[in-house]
């Protein structure tokens, strides 16, 4: 293996969270293309199927995680325990924070068409949505995004690794759809 | 479809109540319009409610989340139905409410709720692939952090000039623009007492002291006389003076 990668290995074993390119540059005092080239190497070596550990790229850097084929063993071993499932409620709240973050709480609540304080308060708990200061706006209203344990949690590199929200629009046939069967209910109520 | 809905759209509503399938009025909205099963006319929420209950007595157990979904849920119907009836007579009394604008703007508001909705489930597919994975997350030994005070500069003095100030009693509040108060009512009330004897009839403004807190006690005072029957209060308008006067034949005295 290049010496740089092995260096880099050995930052990458010791650290408890994942790395940035930068971060490794400036450690090891190496241009960010060198890294990236080493680091290339390395993933190589790493690939999935390999070892017991796999190199993934998370959270805004590179970091060591266990392969998924021997998670149930480190569970066994350690006692950890996959995080709670987040309901329909919750998930939908995060999606909302994640796309339009910083977002006020009402901002949500527009979107959602209800409230959303007790999921917003939920989402905090498990510390995938934190407060990111406050709207320049009447009232001061806290903002909200989304936290680093977030995108690691959901296996995303960086906020810009989120599918665009635009591949989530409803198809035109199923916008007629809605609108024919709001018709339908507004006549039927008419009369 | 919407005949036979009065007697029957309750049940399926209660048991349906996964309470997750419904999250809010939109996501309610949309699958009662898609699904086009229940005419939200007919659905008797007092009914949903009292089975609910009727459920909740019979499992014995609280769950304090799924009985909050269900109050969201059940307010959401409520507001859904109140709006509606609202809507009706809107349209009646403003002539410049557009139906087809208003119908547009909910359809707006529909598709972009729905965008998010597919979102929320294209994340919870991703929660369910990566939530599992073990990253490397034990703590650095302390003993390879970087150490960034050089030992010799710390010896066990700074370490006690550090917590002196901490261990020092700190000054008392200064609490001077706290007024004593200069009258108590046990001496107003015999300040009073002694007036009515002298005058038998004096009013407010002329006994009441400046300050505004010793006034209230005057006051009281005056009332506590009233109370005890020793005097009588006149005011002949709002806001005006207070007329005191002894009673002829003296209960008993108190204080």
């Known amino acids: 293996m290049l010496p740089l990668a092995r260096r880099l290995e050995a930052l990458l074993f010791i650290s408890p969270r994942p790395l940035s390119t930068g971060v490794l540059a400036q450690a090891l005092d190496r241009r960010e293309e060198e890294i990236e080239s080493a680091l290339a190497a390395l993933r190589i070596e790493y690939r999935p199927g390999e070892h017991g550990i796999e190199l993934r790229r998370v959270a805004g850097g590179h970091t060591f995680a266990v392969a998924d084929d021997c998670a149930a063993d480190v569970r066994g071993f350690t006692g950890a325990e996959r995080p709670d499932e987040l309901s329909p409620a919750l998930l939908e709240t995060l999606a909302v924070v994640a796309y339009l973050e910083p977002v006020t709480r009402a901002e949500i609540a527009e979107v959602r068409g209800v409230s959303s304080e007790y999921a917003l308060g939920a989402l905090e708990e498990r510390g995938l949505v934190e407060q990111q200061g406050r709207a320049d706006a009447p009232g001061t209203p806290v903002l909200y995004g989304t936290s680093e344990r977030f995108l690691r949690l959901f296996g995303l590199a960086s906020r810009e690794d989120l599918p665009p929200l635009e591949g989530f629009a409803l198809r035109a046939d199923e916008v007629d759809e809605i609108r024919s069967r709001l018709h339908a209910t507004a006549e039927r109520r008419a009369r | ?255």
């Open chain 2, 1 to 255: 479809m919407r005949a036979d809905v009065t007697a029957t759209a309750a049940p399926p509503v209660t048991t349906r109540l996964d309470l997750d399938v419904f999250d809010g009025p939109f996501d309610l909205l949309v699958t009662l319009i898609l699904r086009d099963e229940i005419d939200i006319w007919e659905v008797r929420v007092s009914r949903i409610i009292a089975e609910y209950v009727l459920k909740l007595a019979d499992s014995g157990e609280f769950d304090l989340d799924a009985t909050s979904q269900f109050v969201v849920l059940v307010a959401a119907l409520l507001e859904m139905k109140s709006r509606l009836l609202l809507e009706e007579e809107a349209e009646e009394e403003l002539e410049d409410l557009d139906p087809d604008e208003a119908a547009r703007q909910l359809v707006e508001r529909l598709v972009r709720y729905s965008q998010f909705r597919n979102a929320a489930d294209a994340l919870g597919e991703a929660w369910q692939a990566h939530s599992g994975r073990l990253y490397r997350s034990v703590p650095v030994p302390t003993e390879l952090l970087r150490r960034r005070l050089p030992e010799a500069s710390l010896r066990a003095v700074t370490l006690a000039e550090a917590l002196a100030p901490l261990l020092r009693d700190p000054p008392a509040p200064d609490t001077s623009h706290l007024a004593d108060l200069a009258v108590t009512l046990v001496e107003e009330l015999r300040r009073l007492r002694v007036l009515l004897d002298d005058a038998g009839e004096f009013t407010f403004a002329a006994v009441a002291p400046q300050d505004r807190l010793e006034r209230a006690v005057t006051f009281f005072a005056l009332l506590e006389l009233h109370s005890s029957g020793e005097a009588l209060l006149h005011q002949t308008r709002h806001f005006g003076d207070i007329v005191v006067s002894r009673v002829a034949a003296p209960a008993a005295v108190m204080g």
